[in-house]
């Protein structure tokens, strides 16, 4: 019988990369950091617009959930473009 493997996500290879311990601090022993709410808020509404002329979006979607079932891997993106030739481009905001 075998075992399913949890999904782990974008934020903690991140953190993993950054320090292993912080993964160990929130998946292991379950301890959140504090989330600054005025960053947040001022992130939410702010538009990829340098980039938005070069890639001349024929679509563009918003805080896009990804999931990798072959790499156990999940996250979500600020914004997806999806460009006139069929690409798409994931946009991170910071």
Same mark, same amino acid.
């Given at each position: 019988m075998s075992e399913e493997v949890p999904f782990i996500t974008v934020v903690d290879v991140r953190d993993y990369a950054y320090c292993p #311990? !912080?993964?160990y601090f929130t998946r !292991? *022993?379950?301890l959140r %950091? #504090? !989330? =600054? %709410?005025?960053g947040k808020e001022q992130?939410? %509404?702010v538009p990829p617009?340098? *980039? =938005?002329p070069r890639l001349r979006p024929a679509k563009v979607m918003k805080e896009i959930e *990804? &999931?990798?079932? @072959?790499l156990k891997l999940n996250g979500? +993106?600020?914004? =997806? !473009? +999806? &460009? @006139?030739h069929g690409e798409y481009v994931p946009v991170d905001v910071k």
């Open positions: #311990r !912080v993964v !292991v *022993l379950h %950091e #504090r !989330v =600054m %709410e005025y992130q939410g %509404e617009a340098p *980039l =938005m *990804l &999931t990798s079932y @072959r979500k +993106v600020d914004a =997806m !473009v +999806v &460009t @006139r």
